[in-house]
């Protein structure tokens, strides 16, 4: 698969537009977020999503990007507030090109426990603390 759906999806995600989003996604799209127990299902709210993280991660960069037949693998770096976060995104497509499902995978800690306060009141869950080592 050329990289082409990836550049739209990669180029949707940093407009911060749903709707944009919502256009490269296939209707069943899943988003798998290490922040959340259960997936983000449908096309709707994985765009909802990816447009509030694209609008809460600062200076949000794409870096390395790795591109197989049917998925790609895209390295992301930013800041939540003060905390700084690493990302990658593995990202699979359907065969019209259109995004099936999104893992997202981060660290460090304390940069996911910002990201996860900064959107729990929007998708309803409790805010996570970050517990200091004894």
Known sequence: M?????TAFLD???????ERMREVLAAD?????????DPIV????VAGVLGL??????DLAFGEVLVGENHSAVH??????????????YVAFDEAGRVRSVTVLA???DGVVALQNRLAPTLGTPALPLVAAA
């Open 42 to 45: 449908g096309a709707g709210p």
């Open 53 to 58: 993280i694209g609008g809460i991660v600062d």
């Open 76 to 89: 992301l770096t930013g800041k939540v507030g003060t905390q700084p976060i690493e990302a990658i995104d």
């Open 107 to 109: 660290r460090p800690l």
């Open 12 to 18: 949707a995600v940093h407009s911060t537009d749903p």
């Open 2 to 6: 050329a990289d082409e759906p990836l």
């Open 29 to 37: 799209a899943v988003l798998h977020s290490p922040i959340l127990a």
